[in-house]
C-alpha cells in the first residue's frame, strides 16, 4: 500500500516522528493509529478510491506546459493537475480519507486546522456530504489574505474560529486545534491537513495522498514510455510533495525536488525553510526539522503563501533528506510570484501560491536542464484563493 521509506516503524521515520504529547492525548491517538488498520483496508480502499472518482473528480490528468517550457528556456515539462480537483487542491485527498475512517469510529464532529485555506474548504466540503459538525481553526492573519476560501467555508456550514495568538496563522491555528481535540476526542476527530504532527498522522495523510504519486507514475509510462527525470513539489507541511514522491521512491533515477518557502531573506523570521534553516526539535507532537532560535523557541515564519508559512515539516521529509533521496532548495516570495504570473499569462493555468513555488525552482533552473529531460511539477492547488493581493498587478 505504501512504499518501504514511508511506512513508519512504531511511528518513527529513521530518528523522526513519534508522539510527544500530553498524558491525556496518548490513549486516543493510540486508538487512532491502530485504526490505520481499517484505512489500509481493501474495503475501506475500495470505498475511498470510489468516491474519489466519483466526488473528488480522479484520476487528474499530466498537462505538458510548452509555452512556459519554450519561455524558460527548459526541457520538457508536465503538471500533475491536483488543482483541477473538486474543491481546487490535492487537500479532498486526505479530509476525504479521513473523513470517512472518522465515521466509521464513530465521530459525529471534525476540527481540522488551516492556513491557505484549501484543507478547510477540503474538511468542511466532506463534512457536507457525510453529515459531519466542522469546526475549522484559522489564523487571523490567513483569514484576512485567504477571504475567498473563509466564504466557502462558511456557505458549507462550517464554523469557522479565529486564532489571534502568536503570528495569527498556521502553526497556531494548530495549537487551537490540538486544545479542543484534547477536550473533545470522545466524539470528535482532528483532521490534521499535513504529512506531520504526532503519530500516526504522517503516515496516515501519505497513505491518503500516495494515489498522486500512483496516477502520475501510470501516466507517465501512458505517455512517453518511461519514468520522468525530476519530480517536482513545494513543500509546506508536504504532503502533496509526499504523495507525488511516493511513487517513485524506490526509482533511483528520478531525482525528487521539494522546494521550500524562501521568503523575503535568510534571516531567521523572514523564511520558512527548515532544511536550509533550522535543525531537528519537537513541535506539535513530532520530532523533525523545525525553525528555532538560539534559546530553542519556535521561530516567526514569513512566506508569501499561507500554506508554506510552518516552522516544521513531515518527519518523512526529514528522513528524505538526511537519505540525500529528496533534495530541499528554497525559493523567494518574488521568485514564487513571478511563476505565478507567468504561468496564468502563456498557459492558462492559475496556480496556487504554493504550487508558484515548484513552478518558480524550474523556472529558475530549466535552462540548464538537457531539452529532452522530462520534469513533472505538482500543481497543488489553483490560485483564486490569492487574487485579492495587491502584489499581482505591480
Known amino acids: 500500500m505504501t512504499t518501504k521509506l514511508i511506512k513508519s516503524k512504531n511511528g518513527y521515520f529513521g530518528k523522526y516522528g513519534g508522539m510527544f504529547l500530553p498524558e491525556l492525548l496518548i490513549s486516543p491517538m493510540k486508538a487512532l493509529a491502530e485504526s490505520l488498520k481499517i484505512a489500509e483496508s481493501p474495503r475501506f480502499q475500495k470505498n475511498f478510491n470510489r468516491l474519489l472518482k466519483e466526488f473528488a473528480g480522479r484520476p487528474t490528468p499530466l498537462t505538458e506546459i510548452k509555452n512556459f517550457a519554450k519561455v524558460i528556456n527548459g526541457p520538457i515539462i508536465y503538471l500533475k493537475r491536483e488543482d483541477l ?41 466532506i463534512c457536507a456530504y457525510l453529515g459531519l459538525d466542522c469546526v475549522i481553526y484559522m489564523g487571523a492573519c490567513d483569514i484576512r489574505r485567504q477571504e475567498p476560501n473563509v466564504k466557502k467555508m462558511k456557505i458549507l456550514g462550517a464554523e469557522i474560529r479565529s486564532v489571534n495568538a502568536g503570528s495569527m496563522t498556521l502553526k497556531e491555528a494548530v495549537n487551537e486545534a490540538l486544545r479542543d481535540y484534547a477536550e473533545s476526542y470522545d466524539d470528535t476527530h482532528y483532521c490534521l491537513g ?92 513530532s520530532y523533525s526539522y ?51 504570473k507567468l504561468l496564468s499569462k502563456i498557459e492558462g493555468i492559475i496556480p496556487a501560491l504554493e504550487s508558484s513555488h515548484a513552478l518558480a525552482w524550474v523556472m529558475r533552473e530549466g535552462k540548464n536542464f538537457d531539452k529532452d529531460e522530462v520534469i513533472v511539477i505538482c500543481l497543488s492547488g489553483r490560485g483564486e484563493k490569492d487574487l485579492n493581493r495587491d502584489d499581482l498587478e505591480r
Open 290 to 340: 523545525i525553525l528555532q532560535d538560539d534559546s530553542g523557541q519556535i521561530a516567526d515564519t514569513h512566506s508569501i503563501s499561507a500554506g508554506m508559512d510552518y516552522p516544521s515539516v513531515s518527519p518523512i521529509h526529514a528522513l528524505l533528506n538526511d537519505k540525500k533521496r529528496a533534495l530541499y532548495p528554497t525559493v523567494s516570495d518574488q521568485e514564487a510570484l513571478a511563476a505565478f
Open 85 to 125: 480537483l473538486h474543491t481546487g487542491s490535492h487537500k479532498i485527498n486526505n479530509a476525504l480519507g479521513q473523513c470517512l475512517l472518522a465515521k466509521e469510529l464513530g465521530k459525529k464532529r471534525i476540527i481540522a486546522e488551516t492556513g491557505a485555506g484549501q484543507h478547510g474548504v477540503a474538511t468542511a466540503t
Open 194 to 285: 499535513s504529512a506531520l504532527g504526532p503519530h500516526p498522522y504522517p503516515q496516515m495523510v501519505a497513505l491518503f495522498q500516495s494515489i498522486i504519486g500512483k496516477e502520475t507514475k501510470k501516466q507517465c509510462k501512458k505517455l512517453f514510455g518511461r519514468n520522468p527525470d525530476k519530480v517536482v513539489a513545494c513543500v509546506g507541511g508536504g504532503s502533496n510533495a509526499i504523495g507525488i514522491f511516493s511513487g517513485f521512491l524506490d526509482d533511483k533515477e528520478v531525482e525528487l525536488i521539494g522546494v521550500e518557502a524562501g521568503g523575503r531573506g535568510t534571516k531567521i523570521g523572514d523564511h520558512a525553510a527548515r532544511f536550509s534553516g533550522g535543525s531537528p526539535g519537537v513541535l506539535h507532537g
